[in-house]
Structures are given as structure tokens and as C-alpha cells.
């Protein structure tokens, strides 16, 4: 007996940016940014969507030489930087902010930043006049995350600063500390609004009883070998779904188990999560009809198949294809 499933599995990140270029302050610099970057994330693997920036020079600046830039990122709604927070309804979902030349260095501002890994920085030995620097940062978010459907929303704009160490006669920007980096000088900020939308998700396994979820696992073979009567197998379906979703069964011969060869038919009994139910052949059964958002490890349903009485069946081979759909409410 063969046993299949039917599902479907897609989650979209979007990033929404809101782009305000502000005048260069003392016609110094400004700061570029992308605007909006999408990217698809299903929750297995870690999401990465790669900003670009640029430090743009100002043509009329000759009299104030940029020793040193570096820019920082606020944390947004939450509390800390590691992680910074989206949420939908109370529920979180976890990403944050790294330099692509330091992909260990979360950024993060001044007054909480412990070295210059923490911001995106460059040595401009005194530039002057037109000029522009090519940077990008990237967005991650961690995989394993089980979050329900919808748009999450960072709450509270990631506000992108550039500070530059002026001369004439600039200020050393070494070593690191708070101090030291608040004698730079605010050339231009940007902000960002970051949302990520979790689409429909459905993780779901055929398994052995009582065994581990499987992502290979989408068919399972119930064999009975040589039948005898009142002879039972079973086994387990599990899902993970990120919606409320109902659970149909369509069994190709209704309750029997036909011969490959001949029109002869082996009856059996077919029992969901303990329940014994009636299976017409071709015909979609509902089996659960508004089962809450599951989360790892998931809702498991017993599968229970017993052989009925067997009179005088000829011998040979037998079998039935039971296929499960599951669906979003």
C-alpha cells in the first residue's frame, strides 16, 4: 500500500525601505542606500538580502578634508541589538544587521558599539570634492524561526548615520571609544523601514509510529506481505503548518485493497488519530476540518489500516493508494 501527500510551502521576505536624503551637512558628504530589496525565506536556511550604500562627495567641498568616515545603524524597536526584533501580534521574528567585509560584526551605534567592527568605516586619508565609496551591509534572518503567516514589521525605523573626522588638523579616530568617536562630525543619516512577509507554510511527514519528523518522507509503504486476517499496520502523519488547515483523504478502490491482475478486492478498516472512518473510493474525505497553527515538532495523527476477513480471495498481489491533502483555512 502506498500512502502520499499533497502540500504546498512558500515564505516571501520583503524589506520595505523609505528613502528621505537630507542635505550634506556643511556640504561635506551625503549617504545613498538601496531602497528595497526581496528575498524568499523558508525557514531551513539562514535569509540573506545584501544593501548597497555609497558616501557621495561633495563637488564643492575644498577646505574640509574627510580623514576618516564610519556609519552607524540604530537597533529599531527592540531593546538590544542582539537580535534586533520584527513582530506581528505579539510574535517575534529575529534578523539583524552585519557588514558584508564582517559578517560577525553586527552594527550598531556609537554609544553601544565596542570596536570599529561594529560599524562600516574607511580610512579617506583626506578626500575633498567629488568622490564616491561603494559600501553594503546585509540582512539576516536566522533559520529554525517558527512564526504564523503575515507581515512582520520592525516598529521603529533603522536610522542609518555617516560621521566623518574633518580636518584640517582632524582628530585621531584611534583607538575606538565613545569619546573618540563622538568627534566626528554628522554628514548625513538615512532611514528604513524593515518588514518581511511569512506566506503559506506547510511542513508534513509520513513516518514509521512514534517516529521523527522527516522532510524526506512523503510516501510511506504499508506492507503486509503474506495477508492474514484481522492483521494491522500503522503508521504517523505529522504536520507543521504556520496556518489552520484542514486534512482530506482520497483512497483510490474505498476501503479495499484490489488485485493487480483481476477484479477481486481485499477489504480492510481505515482508523485517523483513532477514529474509524468510511472511505468511498475516489472521493476526498475530510478527516480534520479546522485544526489550529502547529509548530515544531508538530501534530501527529495515528494511521491505523487492518485487514478484514479473507474467504477466498485468489492469490497474488493487492493494493490501495491512500492520497492525504492538506490545506490553509
Not at 47 to 64: K, M, P, Q
Not at 95 to 104: Q, S
Not at 112 to 129: A, E, K, R, V
Not at 248 to 258: D, E, F, L
Request: charged letters at 15%; aromatic letters at 10%.
Amino acid at each position: 500500500m502506498r500512502i502520499r501527500n499533497t502540500a504546498i510551502l512558500t515564505i516571501l521576505l520583503i524589506i520595505f525601505s523609505c528613502t528621505s536624503l537630507l542635505a550634506a551637512v556643511n556640504g561635506v558628504a551625503t549617504l545613498s542606500v538601496d531602497a528595497i530589496t526581496v528575498l524568499p525565506y523558508d525557514g531551513e536556511s539562514e535569509a540573506t538580502a545584501r544593501i548597497n550604500l555609497s558616501v557621495i562627495g561633495d563637488a564643492t567641498n575644498t577646505t574640509r578634508p574627510i580623514e576618516f568616515i564610519y556609519i552607524q545603524f540604530s537597533r529599531g524597536s527592540s531593546s538590544t541589538f542582539d537580535p534586533r526584533t520584527m513582530s506581528l501580534n505579539g510574535v517575534a521574528l529575529n534578523y539583524n544587521l552585519y557588514d558584508t567585509t564582517n559578517p560577525y560584526g553586527i552594527l550598531m551605534n556609537r554609544a553601544n558599539g565596542t570596536s570599529w567592527d561594529n560599524f562600516i568605516t574607511l580610512d579617506t586619508n583626506g578626500l575633498t570634492g567629488s568622490f564616491v565609496e561603494n559600501f553594503s551591509f546585509d540582512i539576516k534572518i536566522p533559520a529554525g524561526q517558527s512564526v504564523l503567516n503575515g507581515t512582520y514589521t520592525d516598529s521603529k525605523k533603522i536610522t542609518i548615520k555617516l560621521f566623518g573626522f574633518l580636518g584640517p588638523n582632524a582628530p585621531s579616530h584611534t583607538p575606538f571609544s565613545l569619546a573618540t568617536a563622538k568627534k566626528a562630525k554628522l554628514l548625513d543619516s538615512q532611514k528604513r523601514t524593515i518588514k518581511a512577509t511569512a506566506a503559506f507554510e506547510f511542513k508534513l511527514s509520513l513516518v514509521a509510529r512514534n517516529a521523527a519528523f522527516d522532510f524526506t518522507s512523503s510516501t510511506y509503504n504499508l506492507d503486509f506481505g503474506i495477508l492474514d486476517p484481522s492483521e494491522s499496520l500503522e503508521a504517523d502523519l505529522i504536520i507543521d503548518s504556520h496556518e489552520s488547515y484542514s486534512i482530506n483523504v482520497t483512497s483510490a478502490q474505498g476501503n479495499k485493497m484490489k488485485h493487480t491482475l483481476v477484479n477481486e478486492y481485499v477489504d480492510y478498516s481505515f482508523s485517523f488519530d483513532g477514529s474509524p472512518i468510511t472511505l468511498a473510493a475516489g472521493v476526498s474525505t475530510p478527516l480534520v476540518t479546522s485544526a489550529a497553527a502547529s509548530f515544531t515538532p508538530g501534530d501527529r495523527y495515528p494511521i491505523d489500516i487492518t485487514v478484514a476477513t479473507i474467504i477466498d480471495e485468489p492469490a497474488g498481489d493487492y493494493e490501495d493508494n491512500l492520497t492525504f491533502t492538506i490545506t490553509a483555512n
